[in-house]
């Protein structure tokens, strides 16, 4: 998906130049923490696309017994794969179910096996994964023969809607009533606190509070939902949830193997809004975002969770250093300029003179910094007040600018913002607005084109040069990743989050000299066996 928009500002090529060249330089430090560590979310995951799944009777996953099995008995720092398969290899159990059954009571020994066992357990292993690899690839194969059939919407941006009733049974109705009044992209909005879950609940769920458990049976179920409603409205309905928290690796998965067409994932937002350690967290980003590449899944970055904490003005440019690191992380784990669904949002406070401009300018400036990515833009929660007048207002100017800047995908904003969580008709009001200002006005961006020197260019080349001084700066940080250190100073969202604290850190594991996962070498090498 590409907005084909052509570049708005006069932006000086060096100083873009010179933005993504910092943003490498802050980056890859942390891509080799990632390369250099593992966590139980990663190597269950790999159990996972190996086809282990189900629960105990205390719903307690099997992949979480069989990974703290095998840490306990034999440690991670060669994977998980090596001694399971080595274990199945010596008769241990009959098969990996059963082996993680049996493993829940401490029934089995682990060992990390040498030698010719080593090679025999990493080449029945890589064959088992390697089905679950093959599933991803068949899913992205059936997407772009449903695209195909049905077709694309007709207009940009995507129309992006959430539906969030915390029973999976309430939301297929609402999801499906949404994609007939016009809605492109459902988002199953996750259950309060499920980032902070370090399992992943098991089948279909009623009980979600705010938000409905991702699970893989609520995947299959909306995505089954979706598809019948695609072939109704003559369009393929994308499905969308969250990958991120203790769990992204597994999710990630998860949706790879059931179609879903986008994923919130972005771990900057676990770690400054959830606590979440940061290195378990960009350890398990890196991984699921490969599976994202290769799943043809578009990522959502979660910018605009910054300015709920900062001011919009203020702290545009970390808005925009953020983005920077989004797309240099995404590419490196294989990502795609289409894949790249980078967050920005309307959450200027509108009784600031000239706010309608300045939101204009740093919409701009993220359209022509990433042209070629489906950019994702987030309507205003912050200032919302409940008079549902203004807020249908300030709706119709996000939906605005999101037609003026050629926009990729915009969720719908919501009158009932901070009042209640939105009623149907809610909804239909909200995506009336949207159909009105993208049908008037969605051909604007052909005939806006702001004068050089006027007030919008001259914030958005004032916001990259904050931008660019913020890299600068990070990279100026002690130690041997700077990007942690600012993390831990409160550089992004004003939240301090240390490398050496934060949920989940437990969980992370230094890889030993023959750490083995078949999943990752599959997807780094595109290899289908």
């Known amino acids: 998906m590409s907005s084909r928009t052509p570049p708005l500002l006069e932006l000086d090529k060096a100083d873009v130049r010179r933005a993504r060249s910092l943003a490498r330089k802050v980056g890859k430090p942390v891509v080799d923490i990632a390369n250099r560590h593992t966590t139980v979310s990663v190597e269950r995951a790999t159990l996972r696309l190996a086809g282990l799944g189900g629960a105990d009777h205390d719903r307690v996953p099997w ?12 440690g ?13 290899r010596r008769g241990a159990a009959p098969d990996l179910l059963t082996l993680a059954q049996m493993a829940s009571s401490r029934s089995v020994d682990f060992r990390v096996p040498k030698g010719k ?3 025999a357990a990493a080449r029945h292993s890589r064959t088992a994964v390697a089905r679950g690899i093959r599933a991803i ?40 009533a949404a994609a007939r009044e016009g809605a492109d992209v459902i988002a199953v909005i996750r259950s309060t606190g499920q980032s902070l879950l370090d399992y992943v609940p098991e089948g279909a769920t009623r009980e979600g509070y705010a938000g409905t458990y991702a699970t893989q049976e609520n995947f299959r179920l909306m995505r089954a939902a979706l598809d019948e409603t695609s072939k109704e409205v003559g369009r393929y309905i994308r499905l969308t949830n969250y ?34 350690n940061p290195i378990r967290t960009f350890v398990d980003q890196r991984f699921s975002r490969q599976v994202h590449a290769r799943a043809g899944i578009i990522i959502n970055t979660g910018e605009d969770n910054y300015l709920t904490t900062s001011d919009a003005v203020e702290a545009a440019h970390t808005v925009t250093v953020s983005q920077l690191l989004n797309e240099y992380f995404a590419k490196e784990a294989g990502l795609e300029d289409w894949q790249l669904g980078l967050g920005h949002a309307f959450e ?26 489906p950019l994702k833009w987030m309507p205003p929660t912050k200032h919302m ?25 915009l969720l719908v904003g919501m009158m009932t913002e901070a009042v209640v969580t939105p009623w149907i008709s809610d909804r239909d009001i909200a995506l009336q607005n949207v159909r009105y200002v993208l049908g008037a006005a969605g051909g604007l961006t052909e005939d806006f084109h702001p004068p050089r020197d006027g007030y919008i260019q001259t914030r958005a080349r004032h916001v990259l040069g904050e931008a660019i001084d913020l890299l600068q700066q990070i990279t ?47 997807l780094e090498t595109g290899e289908t066996r």
């Open 137 to 176: 690839d068949k899913q992205r194969a059936a997407r772009d023969r449903l695209v195909k059939r049905h077709g694309d919407p007709k207009q940009r941006p995507w129309i992006y809607l959430i539906v969030a009733t915390g029973d999976i049974y309430e939301d297929i109705p609402q999801a499906q």
């Open 63 to 74: 992949v979480n017994h069989l990974v703290d099995a095998v840490r306990e008995s034999a």
């Open 348 to 373: 200027i406070n509108p009784d600031l003179p000239d706010s309608f401009r300045t939101e204009l300018a740093h919409a701009l400036l993220a359209r022509t910094l990433f042209p070629d990515a």
């Open 476 to 522: 100026d940080e002690p130690g041997k990743a700077p990007l942690l250190e600012a993390i831990a100073d409160g550089t992004f969202g004003e939240m301090k989050r240390p490398a050496t604290a934060g949920k989940g850190l437990d969980g992370v594991v230094v890889r030993a000299a023959g750490y083995d996962n078949p999943a990752i070498t599959l």
């Open 243 to 276: 990958a991120s928290g203790l769990c992204m690796p597994e999710i990630a998965a998860l949706a790879g193997m059931e179609r879903l067409d986008m994923m919130l994932n972005d771990s900057m937002y676990g770690i400054l809004f959830r606590d979440i």
């Open 76 to 88: 991670l720092e060669h994977g998980v794969t090596l001694p399971v398969w080595d274990a199945l």
């Open 385 to 409: 007040t409940g008079d549902v007048f203004k807020g249908n207002l300030l709706d119709g100017f996000f939906n605005l600018v999101g037609a003026l800047t050629g926009q990729g995908i």
């Open 117 to 119: 066992d080593a090679t």
